[in-house]
C-alpha cells in the first residue's frame, strides 16, 4: 500500500522531514506546517522553494492539510465573516494543490492533484435523539445549520477539479465515520468529498474502528487515512498518545490493514507522527513507531 506521513511531525524543516522520510522509504508526504507556517499562508516564493525541494527529493503530495473551518461553530453562517475567511483559505490551499499537481504527475501519484483537507465546526455532543431525547437533549439544528457551511467548499472543489477530503476530529461535527458518510450523503458530495479517517480520534466517541468504521466507509467514501494509537480516557477528558501498537487500537490494525489490501485501497495512508517518548522528542517518538507502521501496513 501507499505509505507517508505528515511531514510537520518529524520537524517543521521540511528538508530535515525529507531527508528522514528517505532513511525510512517513505514515499508520500503530507504537508500541514512547513516552518512556522500553516498551508494556504505560504507566499508564491515559499511555495516554489517548497516544491523545488519536494522535486529534488522526488516526493508526491498526498495531502495538503489546513484546519478549514475547525474553530466555526451552529452559530456560523454561510458568508460571514469568519466562513469567508476560511473560504478564501481554501482557495489558497487549492491553488496551492494545482501548483504541486506535477510532482504527482510525474510520480505517477494515486492523484494527480494532492488531496485537499477540511474540518467540520466544533462538535455539539447530541445531534439526533428518540423517546424523549428528541426534545430535552437534541442541539436542535445543528446538523442543518453546519451543511451550508460546507457546501460551498464542495462547489469550489468541484469547479477547480480537486478532491476535499473531511477529517474525522476529536472535537469537531464530523468526528466518526458514520458522521463524515453522512455528511458527504447529506451534500450530495459523493466523488468531490471523501473522508480523511482517523481511527484514532474517533476513539473518542468510541467508534470501533474494525470492523464497524470500516465497513462504513467502504464503497467509496475514504479517501485518505491518518494513523496512530491512542489510550482515551473520555469520563476523565484525558487523551493520551501511545506508542504504536500499545495504545487501545492494537488489535485492530493489522484485520484493518488487511481489509485495506483485500479491497485494494488506492489512497494514502499517512503516519501521525504524534507520539513522543516523555521528553517532548516527536522525532525520537516517530522513530520508535514508524517500524511498526510500516510492517502493518505496507
Given at each position: 500500500?501507499?505509505?507517508?506521513?505528515?511531514?510537520?511531525?518529524?520537524?517543521?524543516?521540511?528538508a530535515?522531514?525529507?531527508?528522514?522520510m528517505?532513511?525510512?522509504?517513505?514515499?508520500?508526504?503530507?504537508?500541514?506546517?512547513?516552518?512556522?507556517t500553516e498551508?494556504?499562508?505560504?507566499?508564491?516564493?515559499?511555495?516554489?522553494?517548497?516544491?523545488a525541494l519536494?522535486?529534488?527529493?522526488?516526493?508526491?503530495v498526498?495531502?495538503?492539510?489546513?484546519?478549514?473551518?475547525?474553530?466555526?461553530?451552529?452559530?456560523?453562517?454561510?458568508?460571514?465573516?469568519?466562513?469567508?475567511?476560511?473560504?478564501?483559505?481554501?482557495?489558497?490551499?487549492?491553488?496551492?494543490?494545482?501548483?504541486?499537481?506535477?510532482?504527482?504527475?510525474?510520480?505517477?501519484?494515486?492523484?494527480?492533484?494532492?488531496?485537499?483537507?477540511?474540518?467540520?465546526?466544533?462538535k455539539?455532543?447530541?445531534?439526533?435523539?428518540?423517546?424523549?431525547?428528541?426534545?430535552?437533549?437534541?442541539?436542535?439544528?445543528?446538523?442543518?445549520?453546519?451543511?451550508?457551511?460546507?457546501?460551498?467548499?464542495?462547489?469550489l472543489?468541484?469547479?477547480?477539479?480537486v478532491?476535499l477530503?473531511?477529517?474525522?476530529?476529536?472535537g469537531?461535527?464530523?468526528?466518526?465515520?458514520?458522521?463524515?458518510r453522512?455528511?458527504?450523503d447529506?451534500?450530495?458530495?459523493?466523488g468531490?468529498?471523501?473522508v480523511?479517517?482517523?481511527?484514532?480520534?474517533?476513539?473518542?466517541?468510541?467508534?470501533?474502528?474494525?470492523?464497524?468504521?470500516?465497513?462504513?466507509?467502504?464503497?467509496?467514501?475514504?479517501?485518505?487515512?491518518h494513523?496512530?494509537d491512542?489510550?482515551?480516557?473520555?469520563p476523565?477528558?484525558?487523551?493520551?498518545?501511545?506508542?504504536?501498537?500499545?495504545?487501545?487500537?492494537?488489535?485492530?490494525?493489522?484485520?484493518?490493514?488487511?481489509?485495506?489490501?483485500?479491497?485494494?485501497?488506492?489512497?494514502?495512508?499517512?503516519?501521525?507522527?504524534?507520539?513522543?517518548?516523555?521528553?517532548g522528542?516527536?522525532?525520537a517518538?516517530?522513530?520508535q513507531?514508524?517500524?511498526?507502521?510500516?510492517?502493518?501496513?505496507?
Open positions: 500500500m501507499k505509505l507517508g506521513v505528515i511531514a510537520d511531525g518529524i520537524s517543521r524543516d521540511l530535515h522531514s525529507l531527508r528522514v528517505e532513511e525510512f522509504a517513505l514515499e508520500y508526504v503530507e504537508l500541514q506546517f512547513v516552518g512556522d498551508v494556504g499562508d505560504h507566499s508564491a516564493r515559499d511555495i516554489a522553494n517548497i516544491k519536494l522535486q529534488e527529493h522526488n516526493k508526491p498526498s495531502c495538503l492539510s489546513r484546519h478549514v473551518f475547525a474553530g466555526l461553530n451552529s452559530a456560523n453562517r454561510a458568508g460571514d465573516a469568519a466562513h469567508s475567511q476560511h473560504m478564501e483559505a481554501l482557495k489558497r490551499v487549492i491553488d496551492m494543490a494545482h501548483t504541486l499537481s506535477s510532482l504527482n504527475t510525474s510520480a505517477n501519484a494515486s492523484a494527480s492533484t494532492p488531496l485537499v483537507r477540511i474540518m467540520t465546526p466544533k455539539e455532543q447530541i445531534l439526533w435523539g428518540y423517546h424523549g431525547a428528541e426534545k430535552w437533549n437534541v442541539a436542535h439544528g445543528a446538523w442543518e445549520a453546519m451543511l451550508p457551511l460546507i457546501a460551498p467548499a464542495v462547489e472543489a468541484r469547479a477547480e477539479g478532491q477530503v473531511v477529517e474525522t476530529g476529536n469537531t461535527m464530523v468526528n466518526s465515520c458514520y458522521t463524515g453522512k455528511l458527504i447529506d451534500l450530495d458530495a459523493k468531490t468529498l471523501f480523511l479517517w482517523d481511527p484514532a480520534n474517533n476513539c473518542w466517541c468510541h467508534e470501533r474502528a474494525y470492523p464497524d468504521g470500516y465497513e462504513t466507509l467502504r464503497d467509496g467514501y475514504l479517501g485518505h487515512i494513523i496512530k491512542v489510550q482515551v480516557d473520555t476523565r477528558a484525558t487523551l493520551e498518545i501511545r506508542r504504536l501498537g500499545e495504545g487501545q487500537l492494537a488489535s485492530q490494525f493489522a484485520p484493518l490493514a488487511e481489509a485495506l489490501r483485500h479491497d485494494g485501497y488506492a489512497g494514502v495512508i499517512s503516519f501521525e507522527s504524534v507520539y513522543h517518548p516523555g521528553n522528542d516527536f522525532e517518538g516517530f522513530r513507531c514508524i517500524d511498526h507502521f510500516k510492517a502493518l501496513f505496507a
